[in-house]
């Protein structure tokens, strides 16, 4: 318990973490329609790590066993898993600031609220 209440200290005498306490940092930006190129590059995103290994794998070892071919799945499973990676590159391009932006409103409200709770005061339904 002491230990919990000296690093919260610590935490909180941090200039970011003091203004983002003081400020009561929240979700609010999050409240106002993302543009469709932000909605997009997310998608992609998430399109990207879906696509990249779970799919890759199991499509691909599923018709290397089912033509008896294993090279389907060496010689494949890599080339898809690269497109992979230039789908995700596409929607970080897409997403750009806009994303970073959301990105620090998000942090900036994770650092306050697990402070205030390491602290002892507020809780999540405060928000």
Do not use: C, N
Request: proline share 5%; no cysteine; hydrophobic share 55%.
């Amino acid at each position: 318990m002491i230990l919990r209440h000296r690093l919260a200290g610590r935490l909180a005498s941090i200039p970011y973490v003091r203004q983002a306490i003081d400020e009561r940092a929240d979700l609010s930006p999050f409240k106002t329609r993302p543009s469709v190129r932000l909605v997009t590059g997310t998608f992609l995103i998430l399109i990207s790590m879906l696509f990249g290994w779970p799919i890759v794998l199991s499509v691909f070892g599923a018709l290397a066993l089912y033509y008896g071919q294993p090279l389907i799945l060496v010689v494949g499973g890599p080339i898809v898993y690269g497109f992979s990676w230039l789908i995700w590159l596409l929607g970080m391009a897409l997403v750009g600031l806009e994303g970073t932006k959301y990105a620090f409103v998000f942090l900036r409200w994770l650092v306050r609220v697990g402070v205030e709770r390491l602290i002892g005061r507020g809780t999540a339904s405060q928000d």
